[in-house]
């Protein structure tokens, strides 16, 4: 059995679940031959920092020789070690803890796409512009969209929710065949409708 790799890590509340459910067998690495060999969170604050910051920034050199990916790496790392802090200073029990911490899923979903930006982009300029049209909106993309894909869209979030509340794996195996072929027939036709058009390399090839 293959253990679960992704477990709805852009649902998550904050930056440090979500690397506890995004790419479990690569985070599962990091921590268990870089994070604790350095030493984990067995010293005080400073030391943890540097621990966090030093494993993400070598998790970013994982995936290429290149200042994005240690720039990609090293902002994950920072956020993880400012959300710790967040979470040892604060009150959870005051009003401005709890607003924020509502903000947790969208927040932490921007950020995350930010720093997509600079993982993807091919040199520093081409980031910045992209980032620029992330943050302030300034890009003509939505307006491209054919009318019927944001129905679609709105489906897959349905699909998406109701996945990450049930076990849909465990689900799908009760289905009765004439129930799980047309079901099935239509996701696949959903995938292929947001597939590009031109074939694309498989990211992993180029590490």
């Not at 010293?43 to 966090?52: C, H, S, V, Y």
Request: hydrophobic share 50%.
């Amino acid at each position: 059995r293959l253990p679960r790799n992704f477990d709805f890590p852009y649902l998550t509340g904050n930056i440090t679940v979500f690397w506890s459910r995004w790419h479990i067998s690569l985070s599962s690495w990091l921590r268990d031959y870089l994070y604790i060999p350095l030493g984990g969170n067995r010293g005080g604050r400073w030391f943890t920092a540097r621990n966090l910051l030093l494993t993400m920034l070598l998790g970013g050199l994982w995936h290429g020789a290149g200042w994005n990916f240690v720039l990609w790496g090293g902002l994950h790392g920072l956020a993880l070690i400012v959300h710790r802090e967040w979470q040892r200073r604060s009150d959870p029990d005051t009003a401005s803890v709890k607003f924020v911490s509502r903000l947790g899923p969208l927040l932490c979903f921007w950020w995350v796409c930010s720093l997509w930006i600079f993982f993807r982009a091919r040199t520093f300029s081409q980031a910045i512009v992209l980032t620029r049209s992330w943050w302030f909106f300034d890009s003509p993309g939505a307006g491209m969209f054919p009318a019927w894909w944001w129905l679609l869209l709105g489906v897959l979030l349905v699909c998406h929710l109701i996945a990450r509340r049930y076990d849909q794996a465990e689900w799908v195996h009760q289905l009765p065949d004439w129930l799980f072929a047309p079901l099935f027939g239509a996701a696949f036709a959903t995938a292929i409708a947001f597939a590009a058009r031109d074939a694309e390399p498989f990211i992993y090839f180029q590490f």
